[in-house]
T-cell receptor, first 117, second 109 residues
Framework: ETGVTQTPRHLVMGMTNKKSLKCEQH?????MYWYKQSAKKPLELMFV???????ENNSVPSRFSPECPNSSHLFLHLHTLQPEDSALYLC????????????????FGSGTRLTVV | QKEVEQNSGPLSVPEGAIASLNCTYS??????FFWYRQYSGKSPELIMF????GDKEDGRFTAQLNKASQYVSLLIRDSQPSDSATYLC?????????FGRGTSLIVHP
């Protein structure tokens, strides 16, 4: 596989469930990101990891818990979510933090469409 | 964070026309910008990066950066129905860019 892979593609979960989103990148990148995209809203940055260290936590509720066991994998653990958390969750990677903003930008995964019922 | 503003549209153009998408920004220190394209239900895809005043051309796409007026634009020549998507701009120079809301472009036959 190449690029950034996200699983599952679609997820429906109840408010009391616990689930995890998975992201894997095969690009040799050192930085990984979680973004949330709700209908008619801009992309919202949630978390940033560089070499498995969290460098940004953008005021995200504790019901979202990220995990980065190595530079190729990123998880987003979900528990007791609310219906308003329904959105497209996008994982992205960049070569490193410094080069994310210069020329190369991000490579995004296909996203997980999450519905909370 | 560096803020950007985009008209959400939709911008509707006929096939073969030039589509002009604009993005204004508030941080005078912004030196570079990205343009991403996002098809409905898909993830954003990087299509252009511009880091200097003036124009940058790549095929049918031309990005224009005007630092004095603080806007960046994307021109799509000979627009095709396959160009129908949402176009997002984001400032470079930071590992945590603030994306604009995106402009929806519809190219009708």
């Amino acid at each position: 596989e190449t690029g950034v892979t996200q699983t599952p593609r679609h997820l429906v979960m109840g408010m009391t469930n616990k689930k995890s989103l998975k992201c894997e990148q095969h690009l040799g990148h050192n930085a990984m990101y979680w973004y949330k995209q709700s209908a008619k809203k801009p992309l919202e940055l949630m978390f940033v990891y560089s070499l498995e260290e969290r460098v940004e936590n953008n005021s995200v509720p504790s019901r979202f818990s990220p995990e980065c066991p190595n530079s190729s994998h990123l998880f987003l653990h979900l528990h007791t979510l609310q219906p308003e958390d329904s959105a497209l969750y996008l994982c992205a990677s960049s070569q490193d933090l410094s080069r994310a903003g210069v020329r190369y930008g991000y490579t995004f995964g296909s996203g997980t469409r999450l519905t909370v019922v | 964070q560096k803020e950007v503003e985009q008209n959400s549209g939709p911008l509707s153009v006929p096939e073969g026309a030039i589509a002009s998408l604009n993005c204004t920004y508030s941080d005078r220190g912004s030196q570079s910008f990205f343009w991403y394209r996002q098809y409905s239900g898909k993830s954003p895809e990087l299509i252009m990066f511009i880091y200097s005043n003036g124009d940058k051309e790549d095929g049918r796409f031309t990005a224009q950066l005007n630092k004095a007026s603080q806007y960046v634009s994307l021109l799509i020549r000979d627009s095709q129905p396959s160009d129908s998507a949402t176009y997002l701009c984001a400032p470079g120079g930071s590992y945590i860019p603030t994306f604009g809301r995106g402009t929806s472009l519809i190219v009708h036959p």
